[in-house]
């Protein structure tokens, strides 16, 4: 099955980087999207960013400061947060959808931004 494990998270000062990333494990067809949400207890799961083969889209909220990075084949993603703010708190869920149409996602990993 597939797995996806994620790394990274944490707690930092507003201002402060982070860099999350997220390995697939197990897949036997090729992924056609990875990409990260994020979900504030009692909202809904938005996007931050997300890739494809060929365009990569972020939340209004996040460009200019966040950046994707995907090599498709190597089922590998990474979110570099730069100027964290607290409203970027939030559980993050790294995803990843395959060429079946199929969507995977990783249990979330905390990422807090306070002084």
């Known amino acids: 099955q597939v797995q996806l494990v994620e790394s990274g998270g944490g707690s930092v000062q507003p201002g402060g980087s982070l860099e999350l990333s997220c390995g697939a494990t197990g897949a036997m067809f090729s992924f056609n999207a990875m990409g990260w949400y994020r979900q504030v207890p009692g909202k809904r799961l938005t996007l931050v960013a997300r890739?494809?083969?060929?365009?990569?889209d972020y939340a209004e909220s996040v460009k200019g400061r966040f950046t994707l990075s995907w090599e498709n084949g190597r089922n590998v993603v990474s979110l570099r947060m730069n100027d964290l703010k607290p409203e970027d708190t939030a559980v993050y869920c790294c995803y990843a959808g395959d060429i079946r149409g199929h969507d995977y996602w990783g249990q979330g990993i905390q990422v807090t931004v306070s002084s």
């Open positions: 890739s494809t083969p060929t365009a990569t």
